[in-house]
């Protein structure tokens, strides 16, 4: 009699627990649900956090990971869904790695994510990041790889944002990639800026209000001041 009562207490016990943890979920989903309708991403993150706790999921995880990335808390989001590159993971998963790892100047880690995300579905916006971060690292030949494919592919209505200004801007994609065509032309032979000159002012004819190209610019122009001043 005994045995049959406390098998019926930890049958009774298991059930309740399941129970609590299937309201608890209902709860989380419910309140997710507000949170996303109310823009209140704190409470977003809350309500991921919780579901993850209560039935782990991948889709989930890549989901809180990119909320915390699209809130500029970039570490957060590689605590969530970890650093490493992997073939098996979610394009959104990928894109997380390679914004965030970007974000945080780790130029080689974020361009093998990005060589991820290119190998799956090449386009020209992932051919500028990738540029852009070979410069980085000192990989002149295979940015201007990525720049010419960018170029021919960068259609007159795509524009990419910059942010060095107090107010963010949005330039011609392919003046932004003939920026980083004038970069790399000026690494190859910085006593011989002419020809970044001409390039930069390639971009600029595109855009003439390109902040970033001007300054640059400016530089190439103070660099051949300096070149032909007497010695």
């Avoid at 409470?43 to 990335?69: C, F, Q, W």
């Avoid at 000026?186 to 002012?201: G, H, R, S, V, Y």
């Amino acid at each position: 009699m005994k045995k049959a009562v406390l098998v019926f207490l930890l049958l009774t016990g298991f059930a309740n627990q399941a129970q609590t943890k299937s309201d608890l979920h209902k709860h989380y989903e419910a309140f997710y649900d507000q949170m996303r309708l109310q823009g209140d991403v704190d409470g977003v993150i809350n309500a991921l956090t919780h579901l993850n706790v209560l039935a782990p999921s991948k889709e989930r995880m890549d989901t809180l990971a990119y909320i915390y990335a699209n809130d500029n808390q970039y570490l957060q989001a590689l605590n969530t869904i970890g650093i490493e590159k992997n073939e098996s993971d979610s394009d959104l998963g990928v894109q997380v790695k390679a914004m965030s790892l970007k974000a945080l100047n780790q130029p080689k880690r974020a361009l093998e994510q990005f060589e991820v995300l290119f190998k799956r579905s090449p386009n020209a916006y992932l051919a500028y990041e990738m540029a852009d971060l070979k410069i980085q690292v000192g990989d002149d030949k295979g940015a201007t790889e990525n720049i010419t494919y960018g170029i021919a592919n960068a259609q007159d209505d795509m524009k990419y944002a910059f942010y060095e200004r107090q107010q963010p801007y949005e330039v011609s994609l392919k003046a932004a990639l003939l920026h980083l065509r004038a970069l790399v032309e000026f690494n190859k032979d910085q006593n011989n800026p002419d020809q970044a000159l001409a390039t930069i002012e390639e971009a600029l004819k595109l855009d003439p209000n390109f902040n970033l190209a001007s300054l640059s610019k400016q530089a190439l122009e103070a660099r051949k001041q300096e070149l032909q001043a007497p010695k």
